[in-house]
């Protein structure tokens, strides 16, 4: 049974706050339909934490996890967002009428950097599991929560990312200078000998066989925790 967003207590004098993604449960995202700065209070006058563009790092439409819901005094209406930038963490708000509609998703990806696991729920229940391979110490695989930005297929064969790969809003903390910023994606591989183990530059790899199944089952928008 679906259940309705939660509405968190609000200091007094503010409107409430509705929120409207939780991880294992129901989550909802959105596609950047204008492109808008990103403030850290629901107002036109908080502070820019970042700006939201149109297309993301691979060239596909940007997307953003939403995080809450509130309105403003004059009745517009802002969600906050989980931002695709380091550091890693950052959030903030925008007004709703940047964004496309909002969408739901059920599912939710856990990495487990010490087991050397990936598992997706959905619907509070294990639906696929895999042996990964991650960052090596030097190039480590950042923790902390993030989400699917996209979806890439049609790789040469042999290619390291095997038939397809997912990009996230997950970005290295040691190789920012590599194009693109440094996406953190979970992808396949031309190696799968060397699964599991801490084998990448931050990325999380997959046996093809087990990206291939992922793909199937995880759509875009999916939060995503690494531990």
């Not at 964004?99 to 998703?105: F, Q, Y």
């Amino acid at each position: 049974m679906l259940c309705a967003p939660a509405v968190a207590q609000a200091a007094e004098g503010d409107p409430p706050v509705e929120r409207l993604s939780r991880p294992g449960g129901i989550s909802r995202y959105a596609f950047v339909a204008h492109r808008t700065p990103v403030r850290t209070r629901p107002r036109w006058g908080g502070r820019r934490v970042a700006k939201l563009g149109l297309r993301t790092e691979d060239g596909t439409d940007e997307l953003v996890l939403v995080l809450a819901r509130t309105r403003d005094p004059s009745g517009r209406s802002w969600v906050r967002i989980r931002v695709p930038v380091l550091p890693l963490g950052t959030t903030g708000w925008i007004p709703q009428s940047a964004l496309g509609d909002l969408r739901r998703v059920n599912t939710w990806l856990r990495i487990d950097r010490r087991r050397l696991r990936a598992t997706l729920v959905k619907n509070h229940r294990v639906r696929w599991s895999a042996r990964i391979g991650i960052g090596r110490s030097k190039w480590p695989t950042p923790a902390g929560n993030f989400y699917v930005r996209d979806k890439l297929r049609g790789f040469k064969r042999g290619s390291i990312y095997g038939p397809l790969a997912f990009g996230t809003s997950a970005k290295s903390t040691v190789l920012t200078d590599w194009p693109g910023g440094g996406v953190i994606g979970i992808h396949g591989t031309n190696r799968p000998e060397l699964l599991p183990g801490r084998v990448s530059h931050g990325c999380v790899r997959l046996r093809n066989r087990d990206i291939l199944r992922l793909a199937r089952l995880m759509p875009v928008g999916t939060p995503v925790t690494v531990r």
